[in-house]
């Protein structure tokens, strides 16, 4: 299995405040992604990063932000959550142009805001 | 755009039987991946199986295999002799080319198999 550790697991938060997830991976994969998976919805890329400091954004971005200062981790943060937010949030990784062409996902964050 | 398509929301299959889930797909790049990726109750993505679309050999994965019908923009999952733990929702996904937000996953709504002994 591909390292991808991903934390906190759960977290419930109140609107309004501030909330970073975390995702690690031990693969040295140069593509890393943040998805939210909602009913009705499926999977929908928020950010991805294309290397250190290089991110840029997907399709559902507004209300997130993201980081990446090393290879191995990239954070997401909610600066100021929403109710809308909730959901599962799934961090992947991959790296096509060295050949892996899979994306593996880590265990998934549900967060929860009240 | 780019668009993935499942037909069928749920499905059963008794075990050891073969069972195929549909996904079709729709898009203007000419290269591109398929993925499918299983979802059971505990919630995470299990990667399954990859095709890309200049592979001409259908992909297989221990007893997962990927029909593979280019021309049909179909890239159906057959999973043989089912087993108790194959229940799960399971996701047919694409990828495009990587100037397309680094090459992000597309995915359908998904099956939800239901595997019965």
């Known amino acids: 299995d591909a390292g991808i550790t991903q934390s906190p697991r759960h977290k419930v938060t109140e609107t309004g405040t501030p909330v970073t997830l975390r995702c690690h991976q031990t693969e040295n994969h140069r593509y890393m992604y943040w998805y939210r998976q909602d009913p009705g919805h499926g999977l929908r890329l928020i950010h991805y990063?294309?290397?250190?400091?290089?991110?840029d954004k997907g399709e559902v971005s507004d209300g997130y932000s993201v980081s990446r200062s090393k290879t191995e981790d990239f954070l997401l943060t909610l600066e100021s959550a929403t109710s809308s937010q909730t959901s599962v949030y799934f961090c992947?990784?991959?790296?096509?142009?060295?050949?892996?062409?899979?994306?593996?996902f880590g265990p998934g964050t549900r967060l929860t805001v009240l | 755009a780019q668009k993935i398509t499942q037909t069928q929301p749920g499905m059963f299959v008794q075990e050891k039987e073969a069972v195929t889930l549909d996904c079709t797909y729709d898009?203007?790049?000419?290269?591109?991946?398929l993925f499918w990726y299983k979802q059971p109750s505990s919630g995470e993505m299990i990667f399954l199986i990859y095709q890309g679309s200049y592979d001409e050999q259908n992909a297989t994965e221990g007893r997962y295999s990927l029909n593979f019908q280019k021309a049909r923009k179909s890239a159906n999952l057959v999973i043989s002799a089912s087993q108790l733990g194959d229940s799960a929702m399971y996701f047919c996904a694409m990828r495009g080319m990587i100037y397309n937000q680094g090459g992000k996953l597309i995915f359908g709504q998904g099956t939800e198999l239901s595997v019965k002994p």
């Open positions: 898009t203007s790049d000419q290269s591109y991946g």
């Open positions: 992947a990784i991959s790296d096509p142009q060295a050949g892996v062409n899979e994306q593996f």
């Open positions: 990063s294309y290397g250190v400091k290089d991110t």
